[in-house]
């Protein structure tokens, strides 16, 4: 087993941390960022090499192929020109989350940048943050998609279109660009197209939420990072919502008429129940979390990336807010997942319900769905419960996900991904150079290089130490001020 240095900096007001400061948490423990964890050697060094080396290059050259980066191209011309396209003449490719791909690997080349020095992918980097900004609306709005090719469809179909999910990965990018270049070039277009989200949806505006959750969670880094508390009540107000009737005001869900699923022959009256439950969650949104409140919800459903990234967002919110009840919430949903849902691997969702989601309690076949996206995703939650309420069984599922259900989605390589990661297979599951839906290689893109992040938390005179590995950790410590 590697060792580990922790260096403590105790009530040293000349620490070397050159990071921003960020708001700190209101309750619980705060994060030591990757900056401060050097992790050279071991198990992870030789990852960060990969990463930089291969699969920083390798995403961002598939994303040059696949055109997730010319649309933005071509959403600038469409701004430039002022002629917008309802054809396929628009210049762009693919389905309405592409631009959440670039935004995904240019974080992760962020993090990969604060390991190194490597001008050329710094100049690349910069390069395509240029391409992005030109495709940026005056009003701030900054989907290539649907600026090029639907603009008369924006903040339509929120249910389905993923804006707010696309919106969430260039705030997390523009936040990471700045905490390394110091530039605020991304972050002032993240903040510009932020408030624009904020002047259309929020109490006495328009009441809805995004079909897939994430700008939730990047709000708060938002929020951090600026200091502007209109970003923590944006974040308030997504959480709050969902699950409510969405339009002109906040009032409660009220079911339309809802159509009994036809009886198959030979069910049982378990077995049918069970068809009616499963009917009724997609009837109304269970997919995205939507059916109803977050504070009344006891079990997880649907779409498990969507549910762990918004369980990270509550556990986040009530650490950065008076919110103890979506402390209380969030650790329910913990316990059903934990004790009911979740794979020896750390890995979540069977699919049984044809929605990439969590299936029955206890029924977890070996030929798991465990998207690559929902190992990722477990690991931000189960570090936030941790953050949250400083217990190590939090800081366990983190562990065992981060190593069996999340990097698993990459090979050693660096440039092979899964998407699923079955337990078991009998027709040669192979990873693949590139996805079509290419969330997970993205996502890993993003996710290896910050697993600095995991190592260690900090609240006043203490330090957690959540996993192994051969490195050191500089740590500033302040005084107990009680
Ligand atoms: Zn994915």
């Known amino acids: 087993m590697a060792s580990v240095l922790i260096v403590a900096l105790a009530f040293a007001a000349s620490a070397q941390a050159k990071e921003p400061q960020l708001k700190p948490p209101l309750h619980g423990f705060d994060e030591v960022g990757y900056q401060n964890v050097d992790l050279r050697g071991g198990f992870w060094g030789p990852r960060f090499y990969i990463h930089q080396r291969t699969t920083i290059p390798h995403v961002i050259k ?9 649309n933005f191209d071509a959403a600038a011309k469409a701004l430039k020109s002022g002629e917008t396209h309802k054809t396929d003449t628009s210049g762009i490719v693919g389905h309405s989350a592409f631009d959440s791909d670039v935004h995904k690997s240019l974080e992760g080349a962020c993090y990969t940048l604060g390991h190194c020095d490597n001008p050329d992918l710094q100049k690349r980097v910069d390069d395509i943050l240029d391409r992005i900004l030109a495709a940026q609306d005056d009003n701030g709005y900054l989907i290539s998609y649907f600026t090029a090719k639907e603009p008369d469809r924006k903040f339509v179909d929120m249910r389905t279109n993923h804006e707010l999910y696309n919106a969430g990965h260039f705030f997390e990018f523009a936040v990471e660009h700045y905490r390394l270049t110091g530039s605020t070039k991304a972050l002032d277009a993240a903040k510009k197209f932020a408030d624009h989200i904020d002047n259309t949806f929020g ?18 880094k938002l929020y951090r990072i600026t200091g502007e508390k209109r970003y923590l009540d944006l974040c308030r107000f ?21 159509i009994q699923p036809k009886r198959e022959e030979g069910l049982t009256d378990e077995q ?9 969650l997609y009837w109304r949104n269970g997919r995205m979390q939507d059916h109803k409140p977050l504070l009344e919800q006891t079990e997880a459903v649907g779409h498990a990336v969507r549910a762990g990234y918004t369980y990270a967002a509550m556990a986040d919110l009530a650490r950065f ?40 309690p206890y029924l977890l076949p070996n030929k798991s769905y465990c998207e690559s996206c929902a190992g990722i995703a477990n690991v931000f939650w189960q570090q936030r419960m941790n953050l949250m309420d400083g217990d190590a069984k939090y800081a366990d599922v983190m562990e065992l996900t981060l190593f069996n259900s999340a990097i698993s989605g990459m090979s050693i390589s660096g440039n092979r991904f899964f998407y699923q990661n079955p337990l078991e297979s009998k027709d040669g599951a192979e ?19 910050q697993v600095g992040n995991l190592f260690y938390a900090k609240k006043n005179d203490k330090i957690l130490v959540n996993l192994y590995g051969s490195g050191t950790g500089a740590i500033q410590l302040t005084a107990k001020t009680k």
């Open 431 to 449: 990873r693949s150079s590139w996805i079509g839906l290419a969330c997970c290689p993205t996502n890993m893109a993003r996710f290896t290089p």
């Open 203 to 220: 109490i006495g505006k328009r009441y809805e939420v995004c079909g897939h959750q994430e700008i939730e969670l990047a709000l708060i």
């Open 321 to 360: 807010s008076d919110t103890p009840e979506y402390a209380k919430a969030v650790r329910v949903l913990w316990e059903d997942v934990v004790n009911r849902k979740i794979y020896l691997t750390g890995g979540l969702g069977t699919n049984q319900n044809d929605d990439e989601g969590f299936g029955d």
């Open 272 to 280: 049918y129940k069970k068809v009616v439950w499963r009917s009724k």
């Open 238 to 258: 997504f959480i709050d919502e969902r699950g409510h009737a969405h339009g002109t005001e906040r009032k409660p869900f009220i079911p339309g008429p809802f």
């Open 62 to 70: 598939k994303l040059e192929e696949h055109n997730h980066i010319s």
